[in-house]
C-alpha cells in the first residue's frame, strides 16, 4: 500500500488519494466503452467532485477541474440510468434519451449499491437492505452540493439547473403527510415510487433545507443566467419539518453533518441564527460526548475511517470559519459556542494522523470502504473544495 506521508490540511496527500480514486474507479479512461465500471457510489462521488474542483482551485491545475466534470458525466450516465441487470433500460426519469440528457437528474440518481433493489415479492431484510440499489435523500442532497460548487467553480449555469431540478425532485417525491404534521420517507424505489424504509432520517429535513439555502444563494449571485424551478416551497416545506430539539447526536458523521451544516448557512444564509445556534449547540453536545467515549482509542479494524472523518471535516469547517473570518456574521450566542467548538479542532488533526498512517490502513475494514475513505481522508486534508467559498464567476449556459 501507497504510504501517504502528509500533515494535515495539505494537499499532496489529497492529491495522491484522488488520483488513485481515478484509478481504482476507471475515470482516467476516456473510451465510453469504460464509461459503466460499476464503481459509481452517489455519497462518494458527491465529495470527490468537490475534492477535484478543491484541488483545481489550490494548485492552478485545469486537469482537476477536467477530472470533476468528467465524473459529473459518468455519475449521470450510470446513476441516472436503470442498472445493467434491470429489465428496464434507460433514464429512470423515463424522459427520452435527448431529454435525459438535456434533464439528467429530473428523476432522481441512484445510490449505487451493489445489490439490484428488493423486489416486491421479497421479505424484507433489514441487514440485506444496506446493500441493496434505491435512492437515499441525504445522498441527492450531496450531489445537488457537488453540482452546486461546479457551477461555482466552472461559471456553467447548467449544473445549478440540475441541481435545482434533482432537490425539486425529491422534496416532491420523499416528503409525505399532511401541511400539519409533514414527514420525510428515508429510502425510495428507484423509481420514486414505492417507500422502501419509511421512518424520517434524523437530518433530513435539515439536508434539505440547507442544500436549498445553499441554491438560493447562488442563484441571488448569478440571475438572470439561470432559468430553473423555484425552491421555495421546498425550502419552506423542509423548514417546516426541522425540530430544534431532535438534532443532538453522537454518531461521528452526523456530528460532522451538522459542522459542515453550520459552515455552509454561514455562507449563505448567515440571518438564520436561530438554527445555526441550535446546530452549534448540538454540535457541542455530541462531540464532547462522542469525545468521552472510548472510540478514538480502539484499534484500527474496530472503527470505521469515513464516519470519523465526516467529523474531522466539519471540525475542519469550524477552524475555517475562524481562519476566514466567518464568524463575524453571527451573533454573540453563536460566537460563544463556537468558541467552545474550536477547543475539538484539534481531535480533527487526531484522527486524520491516524488514518493517515499506512499500518492503520491495512486491515479489512479499510479495505471493504477503500473508495469512501479514501475520498473522505482526501477531503480532510484538503476540505476547502467540500466546504470553502467560491464566488461565482460570470455564468454561461
Not at 429489465?87 to 451493489?114: C, F, M, N, V, Y
Not at 399532511?178 to 415510487?193: F, Q, T
Not at 421546498?234 to 460532522?256: V, Y
Request: proline share 5%; with cysteine.
Amino acid at each position: 500500500m501507497e504510504t501517504i506521508e502528509i500533515e494535515s490540511g495539505h494537499t499532496g496527500g489529497a492529491i495522491r488519494l484522488m488520483r488513485r480514486f481515478a484509478e481504482r474507479t476507471g475515470l482516467f479512461a476516456t473510451s465510453s466503452e469504460t464509461v459503466s465500471t460499476g464503481h459509481r457510489y452517489l455519497w462518494t462521488d458527491a465529495f470527490a467532485v468537490c475534492n477535484y474542483l478543491g484541488l483545481a482551485a489550490s494548485t492552478g491545475d485545469p486537469s482537476y477541474r477536467s477530472l470533476a466534470l468528467r465524473l459529473v458525466d459518468r455519475v449521470h450516465h450510470e446513476l441516472g440510468r436503470h442498472r445493467s441487470d434491470d429489465a428496464r433500460q434507460g433514464w429512470i426519469s423515463d424522459l427520452t434519451e435527448e431529454e435525459g440528457e438535456a434533464h439528467p437528474t429530473i428523476g432522481g440518481l441512484r445510490i449505487g449499491k451493489p445489490l439490484p433493489e428488493r423486489a416486491a415479492t421479497e421479505p424484507w431484510d433489514p441487514d440485506l437492505e444496506w446493500e441493496r440499489d434505491g435512492q437515499y435523500f441525504h445522498y441527492l442532497t450531496k450531489w445537488a452540493h457537488a453540482l452546486d460548487r461546479t457551477t461555482q467553480s466552472t461559471g456553467r449555469s447548467v449544473f445549478h439547473l440540475w441541481a435545482c431540478e434533482l432537490m425539486e425532485t425529491a422534496y416532491g417525491s420523499f416528503t409525505h403527510g399532511n401541511a400539519n404534521a409533514p414527514r420525510m420517507y428515508w429510502k425510495l424505489s428507484i423509481d420514486l415510487v414505492t417507500p422502501v424504509v419509511p421512518s424520517m432520517g434524523q437530518h433530513d429535513p435539515l439536508d434539505g433545507f440547507v442544500t436549498c439555502a445553499e441554491l438560493e444563494s447562488t442563484a441571488a449571485a448569478v440571475r438572470p443566467e439561470i432559468v430553473g424551478p423555484s425552491l421555495e416551497r421546498a425550502t419552506s416545506g423542509f423548514d417546516e419539518m426541522i425540530d430544534l430539539r431532535k438534532l443532538a447526536t453522537i454518531d461521528p458523521l452526523g456530528l460532522g453533518g451538522l459542522l459542515t451544516d453550520v459552515c455552509r448557512l454561514s455562507q449563505a444564509k448567515p440571518g438564520r441564527r436561530d438554527l445555526i445556534a441550535a446546530l452549534l449547540g448540538a454540535a457541542l453536545s455530541g462531540v464532547g460526548e462522542f469525545c468521552a467515549t472510548p472510540v478514538l482509542a480502539a484499534p484500527a479494524a474496530g472503527r470505521l475511517a469515513f464516519r470519523e472523518l465526516g467529523l474531522a471535516i466539519g471540525l475542519e469547517g469550524i477552524a475555517m470559519l475562524h481562519e476566514n473570518g466567518g464568524i463575524e456574521c453571527l451573533d454573540a450566542r453563536c460566537r460563544a459556542l463556537m468558541a467552545v467548538l474550536a477547543q475539538y479542532v484539534p481531535v480533527a488533526s487526531e484522527i486524520v494522523s491516524f488514518w493517515l498512517a499506512p499500518a492503520h490502513r491495512r486491515n479489512a475494514t479499510w479495505q471493504h470502504h477503500a473508495n469512501i475513505n479514501d475520498v473522505m481522508l482526501a477531503t480532510s486534508l484538503a476540505p476547502n473544495g467540500f466546504l470553502g467559498l467560491m464566488i461565482p464567476r460570470r455564468l454561461v449556459a
